[in-house]
């Protein structure tokens, strides 16, 4: 017996979102109703009946980072349970949401151990349907931070949205001119840059100055780099020429 909300559409937005969602359900006018609600709110749905029809596209284990092409998957309890556990084998986060008869609701612990992240018993109402997908999909979004974006050369590290520089474990703390000289010679190790280029680059073509003012905040820069600022490791002139990092 279906729950009278899933004939209906009321919940349909004006914001498109953005996701691609599998549903996987073997019964077709679950699928049907379904698929129409999650594509009257914007989603993206590949539709099967089958785990077998489903298996091509989600077991690939060489899909690059971030390029698993689902953002949720909706599983019947028939098909759900040994999916959950190849795609938590191996190492695959994709949300999941279980769909299951009442009377295996009792079971339900099954598919949660097996790596389900959520467990929904028919009939149910579309609001909540579509209320527990927007949250699992929320949530895998937020526990999938990407990580910090760093440039590392040796034993310095650069976290470059986060304006932090790590030497030998150790955060030093940079003005910002040698901040971002730091990231330019991050960005290109062992590349020789001329005084000129330095100050076009780092300090903009109107500055007002002469080189000796790359020289200052080089000697500033090796001053929280280097073991000994007179042997530098890092920051190397390159007598005629000017610097390189490396």
Request: net charge neutral; glycine share 6%; hydrophobic share 35%.
């Amino acid at each position: 017996m279906f729950s009278p909300e899933l004939s209906k559409s009321p919940y349909r937005s004006d914001v498109r979102q953005n996701g691609h969602i599998l549903l996987l359900e073997n019964e077709q006018p679950w699928r049907e109703m379904l698929s129409l609600a999650l594509e009257e709110q914007g989603y993206r749905v590949t539709v099967t009946s089958d785990g077998r029809d489903a298996l091509p596209s989600i077991q690939n284990h060489n899909y690059p980072v971030g390029d698993f092409p689902f953002n949720l998957l909706i599983m019947d309890s028939i098909n759900g349970l040994d999916l959950c556990r190849m795609l938590r084998h191996q190492g695959n986060s994709v949300a999941i949401l279980i769909i299951g008869l009442r009377e295996s609701a009792n079971n339900s612990a099954f598919y949660l151990e097996a790596g389900a992240d959520d467990y929904l018993t028919k009939p149910f109402g579309m609001r909540e349907f579509m209320a527990r997908c927007r949250a699992l999909m929320r949530r895998r979004r937020y526990c999938q931070l990407p990580e910090p974006v760093m440039l590392q050369y040796k034993e310095v590290i650069l976290y470059q949205e986060e304006c932090r520089v790590l030497v030998r474990g150790q955060e030093v703390k940079l003005s910002p001119k040698q901040f971002r000289l730091l990231e330019l010679f991050l960005s290109y190790p062992r590349r020789v840059w001329s005084r000129e280029q330095l100050l076009d680059i780092i300090w903009g073509q109107d500055f007002i100055g002469d080189s000796k003012t790359v020289d200052v905040h080089i000697r500033w820069l090796r001053e929280n780099l280097e073991l000994d600022p007179s042997k530098p490791e890092y920051v190397i002139t390159v007598r005629g020429f000017g610097y390189r990092f490396g």
